[in-house]
């Protein structure tokens, strides 16, 4: 596909013509805004227009037809031990009680076997709801802030507090930057635990959260604070810990004397924080830039004029709305620069991108929800486990010689329900077939001609159109097997086309 070079002039914010939003931009718009979707669906988001189907993306808060139970899973697995059970356990020690002392033990390492399988539980939870939800970007944000605001399951070790701070994500994912996320993030026990902030106290202030919240969730390593501004950061977040299943504010180990933030000194503390911060421009830019990459462009060699100037916008956008993130999404994608050509495939698909991208669109069966992390994990995206507090670094770092070779194996599980070795991962699992597809193409490829379904079944898997070279050697390859678009002939196409490099780009 044809590139401009990166100082020749692109598109911009600019409100896309209503006329040009034809269904191959629809289909652009659902995955980038989502995880893909069917044919049919996206047709019917075409014949919306692109406001109407934008705005139907981004107005999920008013749909509750998805919800979760409250009481899905256990909540008291990792419960702190009660002060009668400390007691017991002081009195075996000093006692030399083994015995007691060896149940103990042998009670809490069985809590924690629980506790593993029931995040193991709620990996697969998620990952089910990503592939069925009908709210498609409240997902695709809840995991673009899980990125963000990275915390992670292993040093944590509370399946629980997890998936309530994965909740909260949710419910806040197109919310109000400054005022939902960022304020709420310093109050969540998994964010404040992952970050050691319950053992930060007014005699001994621990500066993880504060740098952290400068350097990676607001305003960018470097960018217009210094080493001073995080220790005095940090003292403004002392007492700041959780009990149980909440947030709890210790007075006592709050630092309530004056600190400098920015130049500014007051008896500031972790709500003044949050607020100070955002009186920096980096704030809005920064967000602005990750949310560029995920939905636009991977930008590998770093942000072009055009690139840099359209984020401008986005920040202006955001600062002038007062922080609410709705009115920055609607203004992107419904820009001619989201349909630009250059921004077409411009994505490498992360693992869970490209699993629940291939189910969407191919409607695979979902076979092992288990197996299906297990993958995801081995390709690099472990969900409720980012490898740092600076998430994932996403695009060219998804791929390499031993992740591709996964990423193109899950594609043929999906479609066969066979691993590499052609044996059957599980059993009983049912066969799959492509009639919705075979119907799809024979619909629109008037006389069944074998090279609109080819060219027509490139450009629905791999988002770009595809160069006349593919079209051709496939083609050729549907002619040599009787030139019908059957059930068999689209799966043998399917599994060359999931396995070709195109198929990692989004």
Known sequence: MHRRSPDMPTTSLKKIKPASFDYWKAQHLLNRAGFGGQPQQTLALRNLGSEDAVDQLLDFRSDDSY?????????????????????????????????????????RQQRQ??????????????????????????????????????????????????????????????????????????????????????????NSPNENLSRELMELFTLGEGRGYDEEDIKEGARTLTGYSFRDD????????????????????????????????????????????????YFVNDAPGGFTKSQAAVIRKMAATLKRSDWELKPVLRQLFLSEHFYDEENIGACIKSPAQLIVQCIRSIQTPTRSLRKLNEA????????????????????????????????????????????ENAKPWDAGQSDFTVEHLVEHLQGISGRDTVRDGVTYLLRFAHSTPPDEDRIRQWTTYVNERGGRLDNATIMNLLALITAAPEYQLC
């Not at 909260?168 to 969540?188: C, E, M, P, T």
């Open 113 to 202: 076997r629980n506790d593993r399988r029931q995040m193991a539980s709620i990996q697969d939870w998620w990952l089910e709801r990503l592939i069925e939800t009908p709210r498609p970007l409240q997902e695709k944000l809840t995991l673009f802030w899980h990125g963000h605001f990275a915390s992670a399951y292993r040093p944590i070790e509370d399946s629980y507090h997890m998936y309530l701070q994965n909740q909260f994500l949710r419910r806040n994912a197109v919310g109000n930057f400054k005022d939902d996320l960022v304020h709420g993030i310093i109050r969540d026990p998994a964010m404040i635990k992952y970050l050691n902030n319950n053992q930060n106290n007014r």
């Open 67 to 107: 919800s979760t139970p409250g009481d899905e899973f256990d909540s008291d697995i990792m419960q702190p031990a009660t002060e009668e059970q400390r007691r017991e356990i002081r009195r075996a020690r000093q006692s030399g009680d083994e015995k007691a002392l060896e149940r103990y033990r042998m009670a």
């Open 376 to 419: 995801c994990g081995i390709m690099g995206q472990s969900l409720f486990n980012p490898p740092s507090v600076k998430g994932w670094e996403g695009g060219r770092k998804w791929i390499n010689t031993s992740t591709l070779f996964v990423r193109q194996n899950v594609a043929i599980y999906l479609l066969t329900g066979r691993d």
């Open 246 to 293: 909440g947030f709890q504010f210790n007075q006592r180990n709050h630092d309530d004397s004056r600190k400098t933030i920015f130049g500014r000194t007051g008896t500031w503390d972790g709500h003044d924080f949050v607020e100070l911060i955002f009186t920096r421009p980096a704030a809005a830019t920064f967000v602005c830039e990750k949310l560029y990459r």
